[in-house]
């Protein structure tokens, strides 16, 4: 079975970086038809979908991130990356890998921005 877990900081300070790792086991990144997935909740928000990657390795994202956001992979690694760029306290939130349809999720971590 597939298993996802997302690895990265738990704090980040305005107008850096943010960069989670979506380590994927069970599973290779590059099967048939999988988008790998970035979600994000937050209590302003809600549920944000911010992007995702084929299993061919093509990202794509939602407009309403302005282009900040980076999604790429490590096939050696079998990992998913995503990289948000200029971060502000708006982006505090729970960040979830996930393959959507598949049914498959991460449990989420926890990510504030805040100086």
């Known amino acids: 079975q597939v298993q996802l877990q997302e690895s990265g900081p738990g704090l980040v300070k305005p107008s850096q970086t943010l960069s989670l790792d979506c380590i994927v086991s069970?599973?290779?990144?590059?099967?048939?038809?999988?988008?790998w997935t970035w979600i994000r909740q937050s209590p302003g928000k809600g549920l944000e979908w911010m992007g995702a990657?084929?299993?061919?390795?093509?990202?794509y994202y939602s407009p309403t991130l302005n282009g900040r956001a980076s999604i790429s992979r490590d096939t050696s690694k079998n990992q998913v990356t995503l990289q948000l760029r200029s971060v502000t306290p708006e982006d505090t939130a729970v960040y979830y890998c996930?393959?959507?349809?598949?049914?498959?999720w991460g449990q989420g971590t926890q990510v504030t921005v805040s100086s």
């Open positions: 990657i084929t299993y061919r390795g093509t990202p």
């Open positions: 069970g599973g290779s990144i590059t099967m048939n038809a999988y988008h």
């Open positions: 996930t393959t959507l349809g598949f049914g498959d």
